[in-house]
């Protein structure tokens, strides 16, 4: 189940950060970087 949410988190914050493409907000930056961490560690963890 960690490895499913890990991955379902790492690629929202994949979507994110594609959609930051015109950074207007830093928290958005902070939630997309913070999903791809916290997704890849429970994925590969």
């Known amino acids: 189940m960690n490895r499913l949410l890990g991955l ?3 690629f929202i914050g994949v979507g994110m950060v594609i959609c930051l493409l015109v950074p207007d907000c ?4 902070v939630v997309a970087a913070l999903c ?3 997704g890849y560690h429970m994925f590969c963890c």
Do not use: G, N, Q, S
Request: aromatic share 20%.
């Open 8 to 10: 379902i988190l790492f």
């Open 26 to 29: 830093v928290f958005t930056a």
């Open 36 to 38: 791809l961490l916290l």
